[in-house]
């Protein structure tokens, strides 16, 4: 499957994005699906993850009550909704599938899309 992240930008601290991430190549509905950033200098981190079916969903503590993973399997896209952005959220956000068990690991995730920058400013 090949991904391709947007919907990044520059945005004030309290904003809104919504990033998404359109896939091709292979049944969409048969991945679990991932959201990971790494700000420079860092390691990259888990952000959220859902289910083939979008019924079950994680998120990373910091951002769990501010960002919404969502698919539409109709259109092979999975989004990720991020309210009241704080500086601390400014990274590369990433999109990966994963065709093992749900999880925050990247590891788990065999295939990855190019990344989209964030940057939220003060």
């Known amino acids: 499957v090949q991904l391709q992240a947007s919907g990044g930008g520059l945005v004030q601290a309290g904003g809104s994005l919504r990033l998404s991430c359109a896939a091709s190549g292979s049944t969409f509905s048969s991945y679990q699906l991932g959201w990971f950033r790494q700000a420079t200098g860092k390691e990259r981190e888990f952000v959220a993850t859902i289910s083939q079916r979008g019924g079950v969903t994680y998120y990373a503590d910091s951002v769990k009550g501010r960002f919404t993973i969502s698919r539409d399997n109709a259109k092979d896209t999975v989004y990720l909704r991020m309210n009241s952005l704080n500086t601390e959220d400014t990274a590369v956000y990433y999109c990966?599938?994963?065709?093992?068990?749900?999880?925050?690991?990247?590891?788990?995730?065999?295939?990855w899309g190019q990344g989209t920058q964030v940057t939220v400013s003060s």
């Open positions: 990966a599938a994963s065709t093992q068990i749900l999880s925050r690991l990247p590891h788990l995730y065999e295939y």
